[in-house]
Structure formats: structure tokens, C-alpha cells
């Protein structure tokens, strides 16, 4: 599995929660468009700052973090199926896919699904990601 920041760095060792959950539930040949989010435990909230602690952990720490913070992946599009690009089906296509695949693979926590987006507005999303598996 990879998981990219908008920027294109990839992260995926800072999150071997995330790894694992997606070697258990996601199908090959998918890339899914989203957010990250972390939740900390201590304060029953999620946690903007411990995304970046989780973001830049090395490898040794991350598991340890991982236990007390554990991420998430709040999916809103599916860019790609079965290794089959998406991007030319329109976004209403795209969600019922998403939507469909969700529950084919019944997918529980760390994944879940955005309501649906309206692509009109542009929001300034704290730390967008893709996860390719």
C-alpha cells in the first residue's frame, strides 16, 4: 500500500495501522482520494497535531503511536478500480462506485465514507491523502 500527501510525499511507513487495515479489507488495483485523520485516545477528539506527530514518525516509533493515536482514512472518491482509472466517469459515477465497494468489501474503521462532497465548493482540506493498494 501507498499512502500519498497532496504534496506526493509518501507516508505509508509513518502508518502501519493503516498498511495493515488495507492489506485485510481494500482489493488490489485501487486508489482512493480523501482524508486523514488521526484520533487521540487521551482526549477523545481528533487530533490535528498528532496527525503530524504520526506523519513524521520514523519507523520504530510509529507503531507506538499508532497504538495511542490510531489513524483513519475518510475516503470521498475512488480514482481507480482494478487498476482501471476512473477520472473520465463523472463524480456522481465515481461516488456510486465508492459507495458500492464499501459495501462489497465491507469496510469497517479505519476506512469510512465522506458525505457526499459538493464539488462546487473548495475547501482547504488539513491533510489530504490517497491511498493506492
Known amino acids: 500500500m501507498l499512502l500519498q500527501t497532496r504534496r506526493g510525499v509518501l507516508v505509508q511507513g509513518a502508518f502501519p495501522d493503516l498498511v495493515a487495515a488495507a492489506e485485510a479489507q481494500l482489493p488490489a488495483g485501487l486508489v482512493l482520494d480523501g482524508e ?14 498528532g496527525l503530524q506527530r504520526r506523519a513524521a514518525a520514523r519507523a520504530r516509533s510509529a507503531p507506538a503511536l499508532a497504538a495511542k493515536m490510531p489513524a483513519h482514512f ?24 465508492l459507495e458500492a465497494l464499501s459495501a462489497d468489501h465491507a469496510l469497517t474503521a479505519p476506512w469510512t465514507l465522506a ?12 491533510f489530504a491523502a490517497r491511498v493506492w493498494y
Not at 486523514?36 to 497535531?49: I, Q, T
Not at 464539488?119 to 482540506?125: A, F, L, N, T
Request: no cysteine; hydrophobic share 45%; aromatic share 8%.
Open 74 to 97: 475518510v475516503a470521498f472518491d475512488v480514482l481507480q478500480i482494478d487498476g482501471r482509472e476512473l477520472l473520465h466517469l463523472p463524480y456522481v459515477e465515481r461516488r456510486a462506485r
Open 36 to 49: 486523514l485523520l488521526v484520533w487521540d485516545s487521551e482526549a477523545g477528539a481528533l487530533s490535528f497535531e
Open 115 to 126: 458525505g457526499v462532497v459538493d464539488r462546487g465548493v473548495r475547501r482547504r482540506r488539513p
